[in-house]
T-cell receptor, first 113, second 113 residues
Framework: QKEVEQNSGPLSVPEGAIASLNCTYS??????FFWYRQYSGKSPELIMF????GDKEDGRFTAQLNKASQYVSLLIRDSQPSDSATYLC?????????????FGQGTILTVHP | DGGITQSPKYLFRKEGQNVTLSCEQN?????MYWYRQDPGQGLRLIYY???????QKGDIAEGYSVSREKKESFPLTVTSAQKNPTAFYLC????????????FGSGTQLSVL
C-alpha cells in the first residue's frame, strides 16, 4: 500500500509567522508532488506542485522536495487568517500507478490574529 | 465559464437504494476521477477514467460503479452494496492521463436516511 503521511495537526500559528507543513511518502518511484488547500465544506484547490529536488517559490508559498529522504514540505510566509484551511499533500507515483494521485490525511492550519 | 459541475449538492439515500451522482466537465479534459472524503481524512480514489469507454478501479471501488460514455460525463452510482456510503464525494478531471493537476467539482454530500 503506497502511503502519504502528513504531520499531525492541527497547526496554529500567529498572523505574520511562517507555517511549515510536512509530508512523507513511501513509494520511492514517486514523480510528482502537489499541495492542495481545502476550506471547510469546499473542494480542494491546487496551490503548488513540484517535480524536482529543491525549492519552488510562488508568492508567499514555497514547496520543498527531497526525494532521497522521501519528503516534501510547504512553507507559508507571512501567514494570514485567510490561510486557515486544511492542506492536503498528494503524490503521483508513476509506473503502474500512473494516472492516480494518493492523498495524505491533511493538516488543519489555523492562523490567529 | 469552464469548469466541473457536480449535482446534486446534497443527496439522501434510503436503505437498499442505488443513487447516482452526476459529474460534467467542459474543460475538454481527458481524465476524470471520483474521490471519497470522510471527516478528518484525506481523499480516497474510487474510480478513474483516462479515456472514453474505459475506466479503472481505485483503492475503494467496492459498492460503486461508473460509466464513461462521453468525454464530458463521468457519473458515479453508489449501490446498495456500499454499506457505509455517508461521505463527501468529489469529482475531478485533468488534462492529460497522468493525474497531473486535478481540478475538482464542488462536491456532493451523501447521507443515509
Amino acid at each position: 500500500q503506497k502511503e502519504v503521511e502528513q504531520n499531525s495537526g492541527p497547526l496554529s500559528v500567529p498572523e505574520g509567522a511562517i507555517a511549515s507543513l510536512n509530508c512523507t511518502y513511501s513509494d520511492r518511484g514517486s514523480q510528482s508532488f502537489f499541495w492542495y488547500r481545502q476550506y471547510s465544506g469546499k473542494s480542494p484547490e491546487l496551490i503548488m506542485f513540484i517535480y524536482s529536488n529543491g525549492d519552488k517559490e510562488d508568492g508567499r508559498f514555497t514547496a520543498q522536495l527531497n526525494k532521497a529522504s522521501q519528503y516534501v514540505s510547504l512553507l507559508i510566509r507571512d501567514s494570514q487568517p485567510s490561510d486557515s484551511a486544511t492542506y492536503l499533500c498528494a503524490v503521483n507515483a508513476g509506473g503502474t500507478s500512473y494516472g492516480k494521485l494518493t492523498f495524505g490525511q491533511g493538516t488543519i492550519l489555523t492562523v490567529h490574529p | 465559464d469552464g469548469g466541473i459541475t457536480q449535482s446534486p449538492k446534497y443527496l439522501f439515500r434510503k436503505e437498499g437504494q442505488n443513487v447516482t451522482l452526476s459529474c460534467e466537465q467542459n474543460l475538454n479534459h481527458d481524465a476524470m476521477y471520483w474521490y471519497r472524503q470522510d471527516p478528518g481524512q484525506g481523499l480516497r480514489l474510487i474510480y478513474y477514467s483516462q479515456i472514453v469507454n474505459d475506466f479503472q478501479k481505485g483503492d475503494i471501488a467496492e459498492g460503486y460503479s461508473v460509466s464513461r460514455e462521453k468525454k464530458e460525463s463521468f457519473p458515479l452510482t453508489v449501490t446498495s452494496a456500499q454499506k457505509n456510503p455517508t461521505a463527501f464525494y468529489l469529482c475531478a478531471s485533468s488534462y492529460g492521463q497522468g493525474g497531473e493537476k486535478l481540478f475538482f467539482g464542488s462536491g456532493t454530500q451523501l447521507s443515509v436516511l
